[in-house]
C-alpha cells in the first residue's frame, strides 16, 4: 500500500502555464508538507498544514498556491511557471507535528519548465 | 543563511569500511536531529534519530554520534554495502517551535564493490 502518493510523477510544461500537483496520504496522518529540491539536491521546505490549517509558509512566491480539501490531500498549484521553478517536488505527512515526528515522503515529482 | 552544515558533498567508501558523515550547526535550540536516506527516484526516507540528552544512538551498522558541546552530529555507517549508497541528509528542528525541519545539503555516498 502506498503510504503518500503524489501525482504526476513527471511534469513537463512550457514557461508561463498554470499546472498543479497533487498528493495524498493513507496514513491517518494530522500534518502534511511540501518540499522542493533542486538540481544540487537541496531540500527545503516551502509548506505545511496541520488538519487543513496552514502553519509553515516558507518565503516562496505567490504563484505558489498550497491547497488541502481534507486532511489527507495537499495539493501545490503553480501559477505562471518560471525556469527556475524545475525542480523535484516532494509531498511529506507526519502523525502529529513533525518537528519531533517521522515525515513519511511521498515518490516526488519532476518538474521540468521549458 | 545555512543552519546545518553537513560534509562531505560526497563520499567514496569501499566495501566494508566506514562510511562517516558530519554535521554541524549553530542554534543551540535544536533538539531533534534526524538522518534521512535518499535513493535514486525516491522520497528521503527517516533512517536514524537522535536527541541531545544523549551522547550516541545505534541502530544496526547505523550510529549517530553527538557532541553537543560542539554543536557537532555525525553519522556512522559500519561495514558499508553497495546498497547503502544512497544521499543521506541530516537535519535538527526545534520541538516547540513549528513544523519545521532543516535539512543539510545532503552527502552522496556510493559504496565501491
Known amino acids: 500500500d502506498t503510504a503518500v502518493s503524489q501525482t504526476p510523477k513527471y511534469l513537463v510544461t512550457q514557461m508561463g502555464n498554470d499546472k498543479s500537483i497533487k498528493c495524498e496520504q493513507n496514513?491517518?496522518?494530522?500534518?502534511m508538507y511540501w518540499y522542493k529540491q533542486d538540481s544540487k539536491k537541496f531540500l527545503k521546505i516551502m509548506f505545511s498544514?496541520?488538519?487543513?490549517?496552514?502553519?509553515i509558509n516558507e518565503t516562496v512566491p505567490n504563484r505558489f498556491s498550497p491547497k488541502s480539501p481534507d486532511k489527507a490531500h495537499l495539493n501545490l498549484h503553480i501559477n505562471s511557471l518560471e525556469l527556475g521553478d524545475s525542480a523535484v517536488y516532494f509531498c511529506?505527512?507526519?502523525?502529529?507535528?513533525?518537528?519531533?515526528?517521522?515525515?513519511?515522503f511521498g515518490p516526488g515529482t519532476r518538474l521540468t519548465v521549458l | 543563511q545555512q543552519q546545518v552544515k553537513q560534509s562531505p558533498q560526497s563520499l567514496i567508501v569501499q566495501k566494508g569500511g566506514i562510511s562517516i558523515i558530519n554535521c554541524a550547526y549553530e542554534?543551540?535550540?535544536?533538539?531533534?536531529f534526524p538522518w534521512y536516506q535518499q535513493f535514486p527516484g525516491k522520497g528521503p526516507a527517516l533512517l536514524i534519530a537522535?536527541?541531545?540528552?544523549?551522547s550516541e544512538k545505534k541502530e544496526g551498522r547505523f550510529t549517530i554520534s553527538f557532541n553537543k558541546s560542539a554543536k557537532q552530529f555525525s553519522l556512522h555507517i559500519m561495514d558499508s554495502q553497495p546498497g547503502d549508497s544512497a544521499t543521506y541528509f541530516c537535519?535538527?528542528?526545534?520541538?516547540?517551535?513549528?513544523?519545521?525541519?532543516?535539512f543539510g545539503k545532503g552527502t552522496r555516498l556510493h559504496i565501491l564493490p
Open positions: 537535519a535538527a528542528s526545534i520541538y516547540w517551535e513549528d513544523d519545521k525541519i532543516i
Open positions: 511529506a505527512s507526519s502523525q502529529v507535528s513533525g518537528s519531533r515526528d517521522e515525515q513519511f
Open positions: 498544514y496541520n488538519n487543513k490549517e496552514l502553519i
Open positions: 542554534n543551540t535550540a535544536f533538539d531533534y
Open positions: 537522535i536527541r541531545p540528552d544523549v
Open positions: 496514513l491517518g496522518h494530522d500534518t
